[in-house]
């Protein structure tokens, strides 16, 4: 959500920028604009994408200091005049802005009062004029800077550069990732290290509350009372995104694909020589916790799920939150809560904002992320990487099931448990036998479901918590409303909803509970339903859409998953929908 790339002293910058924008659009966006002084500041936007964006930016630009920046709505409808980066009323000051001004109404107001006149909705034009504002009483940058650290709330990662001066580029941070990326004679800045590490390896990260001045030649970092903060160089050698389809149509369906080697590449690399390679200290703080937290979004608070329930077989008491509703109102059940964290990206902010908290009271942390490097990655306690690869499509398939693997794995440490790499190796040959044999049925059922409004599914236990992320998914990426009911509850108000023709879906995997699952069905078919059943082969009925080979019941998620992907896919397929990238969503939730 909202990407930010910016360079000074830098020969060609329009190129790096260009790409810069273009290698963060896996934070979604729906405008980029683009802002440099020469003879006078220079502004380019779009609503629209980066490539249309450059196709009528100048090819050659002259400049010292360039900034640039996509756009996903919060405040204010995409249009030009919200898309950054935003000209202060009096033209001095040119900046690009991510995160959410929480205050931003009574900023506004104060302005307004000055004699300020907006020309968008957006909280981060409130943010241009107040630097202007400060910076016009005595033409002190750094005072107006923080002056307005002081004022704004919310969250905030800033950067811009005067119309007076394009040797200097400056920045704030609050809650928000900035990077700074370190050159000879240039220096770049950035929402993550990415965009840059064609130019560098060398990288200094904003803490929260911290400005910059940046110029060709150095990087000043001071806190908000302007004492120099001593900034560690890092070097970092990141993963850069492949735009490589490697032959396929689309990243949701080579990355669906991608799943037996993504699990067995978990399996090999915490699984060593009949060992579990997790790191001592990590098993002994984890047994010595008297209860895991899990705290997660979307399809990583759906693998949260599952992991508790592993981790509850193991013997450890669990609790799973949303972290948007843990982090306003946060409880640790027990004497010596350990908290594990889930995030494919690493750098969801509704996550970020829990991290601060649990550090806050010195919870020991855990963080399961596929990023290295990632804002989450680096402040956790301890940090477990998925190794699944950079998943490019929005919707999360490989990460989900890789998070899942990993859970099961640590849960196994625990104990040692080792039955569990045959169950998760058998689990591999299972997808393997889907992907190769399925396809075809399950096309079929994606083209009946495509022009339906609504659609339920249904499981208990393992199930259900896999039929929260199927119905995810496929309304993620078919626009489909979906809604995923344990067994159990469908009696207790959901089956008002189920008319003649209402699709159902319906996972039977698990022995204890499958028999409760043929009754569920009937109820359904009852009030005319139409039901899609995958079962597996000892809980089948010849009448089932999908009989899959048996496997041991509590790796639903990683067994039967691709199921449910390969539907949302095709669905999204047979309606002509852009399936790696759904309307309104991006693949990194960087605002709260
Ligand atoms: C769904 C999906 C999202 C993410 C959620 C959390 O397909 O991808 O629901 O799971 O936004 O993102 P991460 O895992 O990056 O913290």
Known sequence: MCGIVGSIGLKDPRNYVEKGLKILDYRGYDSAGIAYLSDGIKIYKDVGSVEHLFSFVPSHIE????????????????SINNTHPHLSFRK????????????????????????????????????????????????????AIRKVMSLLKGSFAITFFTSDDENVLYALKKSSPLVIGLG?????????????????????????NEYTVISNDSVEVYD??????????????????????????HYMLKEIEEIPSVVNNLINEYFKNDEYQFDPHLIKDLN????IIFIACGTSYHSGLVGGRFFEYY?????????????????????????????????????????????????????????????????????????????????????????????SLLSSALQNDKKTIKDLKDSIEIVKDIRDNYKPIIMNVADELKDKTNIFYLGRSYDYFLSLEASLKLKEVSYIHSEAIPGGELKHGPIALIEPGTPVIVFITDTVTA??????????????????TIA???????????????YAYYLSSVAVSIVAFYLAYYVSISKGLNVDKPRNLAKSVTVE
């Open 63 to 78: 400049t010292n200091v360039m900034i640039g920046h996509t756009r996903w709505a919060t405040h204010g409808v995409p």
């Open 92 to 143: 001095k000051i040119c900046l690009v802005h991510n995160g959410v001004i929480e205050n931003y109404k009574e900023l506004k107001e104060f302005l307004v009062d000055k004699g300020y006149e907006f020309v968008g909705e957006t909280d981060s034009e409130i943010a241009s004029n107040l630097l202007e504002y400060f910076y016009l009483k005595d033409y002190d940058v750094i005072s």
């Open 184 to 208: 000879e004679g240039y220096n770049l800045i950035a929402s993550d290290a990415s965009p840059m590490i064609s130019l560098t390896n060398n990288f200094i990260e904003l803490e929260d």
């Open 224 to 249: 908000q009372e302007g004492e120099k903060v001593n900034k560690e160089k890092i070097h970092k050698d990141i993963e850069t995104i492949s735009h490589d389809l490697k032959g396929y149509p």
């Open 288 to 291: 010595e916790s008297d209860h």
């Open 315 to 407: 013997g450890k008491s669990a609790s799973r939150f949303i972290a948007s509703e843990w982090a306003f109102h946060p409880t640790y059940p027990g004497e010596r809560p350990f908290i594990i964290m889930i995030s494919q990206s690493g750098e969801t902010a509704d996550l970020i904002h829990c991290l601060k908290i649990i550090k806050e009271h010195n919870l020991k942390n855990l963080i399961i992320t596929n990023t290295g490097g990632s804002t989450l990655d680096r402040n956790a306690m301890y940090s477990l990487l998925l190794h699944a690869g950079i998943e490019v499509s929005v919707a999360s398939t490989k990460a989900y099931v890789a998070q899942v693997t990993l859970l």
């Open 515 to 532: 028999s409760s699952m043929r009754g569920n069905i009937e109820e359904v078919k009852a009030r005319g339903a139409t039901v899609y």
């Open 536 to 550: 597996t082969q000892k809980l089948s009925r010849k009448e089932d859409t999908i009989i899959v080979k048996d």
